[in-house]
């Protein structure tokens, strides 16, 4: 079986009982985290107690998305320090981050630090595709026989989106606003219905909205990607599973 758990659903800062950008994806015993921003850790260690996890992508440096890479580290470093060392695919910034918050033990004593480049990761074909943010960010496509799921991270709208998220059985999607932002505005985040138009496009048959605004009404984001796409609609909730 294989599925996705959403360890975090929030933007910016997690709100009470929330956390940030985080899932843990499952298929064939192969167990993937995508993200592990602030609050993560928890959920994450719930599934996995000993962070016992396959591999780790981080989309982009922000800390929403990548802070508890640093608790899962301080993890396999106490808790399991003879197992193998968990690849780590990220930008050179993530390993920046993680080294200023704790440089002993470096972060590279624990993960296999790597470019986000095409290519094999356990039983899918990895392709990163860069989007547009205030730092550089990789949206995650990967490919299995039978799945195809697509992950944006953060990012603005990009016709990008639509080889990213290419008949996609779930396109998880970046959902940070609710309003259209001033026409010319710098975009590097997108709105509920932004996301729907492109997975609309990009002929996905899923959605999953994440990184919502703290204090935002969900079902308000729910109810915008609904007007505007044909498949289901689902809204990240942490704890939510979703089979793939």
């Not at 000993?50 to 981080?58: F, K, L, S, Y």
């Not at 994440?210 to 796409?229: E, N």
């Not at 498949?231 to 704890?239: D, I, R, S, T, Y």
Request: aromatic share 4%; with cysteine.
């Amino acid at each position: 079986m294989s599925e996705l758990t959403v360890l975090g659903s929030c933007g910016a800062w997690p709100e009470p009982g929330r956390a940030c950008a985080g899932f843990l994806l499952s298929h064939e015993g192969f167990r993937l985290v995508l993200d592990l921003g602030y609050g993560t850790i928890g959920a994450l260690l719930g599934r996995c107690p000993r962070g016992e996890v396959d591999a780790v992508i981080v989309t982009h440096r922000h800390p929403d998305h990548c802070v508890d890479v640093s608790a899962l580290a301080r993890v396999r470093h106490y808790e399991a320090p003879d197992r193998p060392k968990i690849p780590l695919h990220c930008e050179p910034g993530v390993l920046d981050v993680l080294r200023a918050l704790e440089p002993r033990p470096d972060p590279t004593t624990v993960f296999e630090v790597r470019a986000p480049e095409p290519g094999r990761l356990g039983p899918f074909r990895l392709e990163p595709i860069a989007l547009p943010h205030h730092v550089p960010v990789h949206g995650i496509r990967l490919e299995a026989p039978g799945l195809t799921l697509a992950y944006t991270g953060d990012c603005g709208p990009t016709r990008a989106l639509r080889d990213l998220a290419r008949d996609a059985d779930l396109f998880i999607a970046d959902a940070t606003l609710q309003r259209q932002p001033p026409e010319g505005s710098e975009r590097n985040v997108m709105t509920a219905t932004e996301a729907t138009t492109w997975a609309q496009a990009a002929g996905a048959r899923r959605l999953l909205l994440t990184h919502i605004w703290p204090g935002s009404d969900r079902a308000v984001s729910a109810a915008q990607a609904r007007a505007a796409f044909d498949g289901e609609v689902l809204v990240a909730e942490e704890g939510l599973v979703v089979a793939l």
